[in-house]
C-alpha cells in the first residue's frame, strides 16, 4: 500500500511540474556543428540512443544470467542431489533433548 501511495505520488509530481521546467540548454559549439552538417545530427541521435541502451543492457544480461542460476539451482535440488549448505541447514530438526 505504502509503495503505490508513494509511486502515485511520484507520478502526479512528474506530471504536474514537467511541464513547466524548462528545456536543457546544449552547449553552443554542439549546437551549431549539428546545424552545419546533415549527416551528424542522425550521428548524434544514435549515440544519445547507444548511450541508452547499455544500462538496459547490462542489467538485462544480469537478471538472465541470474534467472539461469536460480532455475539450474532449482532442478539440482528437484533430482535428489546434495542442497547447499544454508539448504541443509534449514531441513535438520533441532534436537529436543529436555532431559
Given at each position: 500500500m505504502r509503495r503505490m501511495l508513494i509511486a502515485t505520488i511520484l507520478v502526479w509530481t512528474?506530471?504536474?511540474?514537467?511541464p513547466f521546467v524548462s528545456?536543457?540548454?546544449?552547449?553552443?559549439?554542439?549546437?551549431?556543428?549539428?546545424e552545419a552538417d546533415d549527416?551528424?545530427?542522425?550521428a548524434y541521435m544514435y549515440s544519445i540512443l547507444f548511450?541508452?541502451?547499455?544500462?538496459?543492457t547490462i542489467?538485462?544480461?544480469?537478471?538472465?544470467?541470474?534467472?539461469r542460476l536460480s532455475?539450474?539451482?532449482?532442478?539440482?535440488n528437484n533430482d535428489g542431489l546434495p542442497l547447499s549448505e544454508d539448504e541443509n541447514f534449514a531441513?535438520?530438526?533441532?534436537?529436543?533433548?529436555?532431559?
Open positions: 512528474a506530471m504536474t511540474v514537467g528545456d536543457a540548454a546544449a552547449c553552443p559549439m554542439c549546437k551549431e556543428a549539428n549527416r551528424r545530427p542522425a548511450m541508452l541502451a547499455m544500462p538496459v542489467f538485462t544480461g544480469f537478471g538472465v544470467s541470474f534467472y532455475k539450474k539451482q532449482e532442478v539440482l531441513e535438520e530438526s533441532p534436537d529436543d533433548s529436555n532431559g
